[in-house]
């Protein structure tokens, strides 16, 4: 009886000893799924935020380029204008002579 009786506690010690390291390693296990959810979900930010930047550069490309079509058309509608002008004003001295001819 006596082997019996020694060999009781050490069982109870070593089979609480191993309930221990499982429940340990159960929350080493949790944690690391943690980890790789929130590496995942890292992961899926960065992919959008890649994703947001290429887009917001084509767009940038694109304001330059509607940028420059405007001062080429700002360009010709200023080209426009002087050349109106210089057609109204031989217009209207055209007409004046005309109508001073005819007065005297």
Same mark, same amino acid.
């Given at each position: 009886m006596g082997k019996s009786e020694i060999a009781d506690p050490q *069982? =109870?010690?070593v089979d609480d000893r191993l309930t221990r390291i499982e429940e340990k390693i159960d929350k080493l296990s949790e944690?690391?799924?943690?980890?790789?959810r929130a590496e995942e979900k890292l992961i899926a930010i960065e992919?959008?935020?890649?994703?947001?930047?290429?887009?917001?550069n084509r767009l940038s *490309? =694109?304001?330059?380029?509607?940028e420059s079509?405007?001062?080429e058309s700002h360009r010709a509608v200023k080209i426009l204008y002087g050349i109106m002008y210089v057609i109204a004003t031989a217009?209207?001295?055209t007409m004046f002579k005309i109508l001073t001819m005819n007065i005297n």
């Open positions: *069982e =109870k010690w944690a690391m799924i943690s980890i790789a992919t959008a935020h890649q994703n947001q930047y290429k887009r917001i *490309e =694109k304001i330059d380029n509607l079509k405007a001062d217009a209207l001295g």
